[in-house]
């Protein structure tokens, strides 16, 4: 898990502003939102840059004031992350590996060789064989 120390003034001091800096790039996406559906850029609303700017000053001036908001902010990004992995591992299971597996056996393809042999004395593969020359293991490819 990721241990970020929230009392280090640096890391507040990045974290405001890194926010500040977030908050501006929101400006200009909301900005250009508008100017696309609309047509035209018309008056832009200020507050997502304030709030950036309140951030950044902040983290200049005085990062002990930005604590409590970071600690929250890791906390909901620790949340995050354990829902978001789940999230993704669910999606990557349920609409690769089991498609695959539903096919590989619609096919017949069992690559672990589990079937049954009910007339086999052992189900022992002999092993593939092996270079008896060192050299080889430096050339693998």
Do not use: C
Not at 72 to 83: C, L, P, R, Y
Not at 85 to 105: A, E, G, H, N, Y
Not at 110 to 136: H, I, M, S
């Amino acid at each position: 898990m990721i241990d970020i120390d929230t009392n280090d003034k640096a890391e507040q001091r990045k974290f405001g502003l890194v926010m500040g800096a977030a908050f501006a790039v929101l400006t200009l996406i909301r900005a250009s939102i508008h100017r696309w559906s609309s047509g035209e850029w018309g008056t832009p609303s200020y507050v997502l840059l304030d709030i950036g700017a309140v951030f950044a000053g902040l983290g200049v001036f005085a990062p002990r004031a930005l604590q409590p908001v970071f600690w929250a902010w890791i906390k909901f990004a620790i949340g995050m992350n354990w829902v978001m992995t789940r999230v993704f591992l669910s999606i990557v299971f349920f609409l690769l590996i089991t498609p695959t597996r539903l096919v590989r056996s619609a096919m017949g393809i069992d690559a672990l060789k589990r079937k049954w042999l009910p007339g086999a004395a052992t189900y022992w593969e002999e092993p593939d064989e092996q270079p008896d020359d060192p050299q080889r293991y430096l050339n693998q490819y």
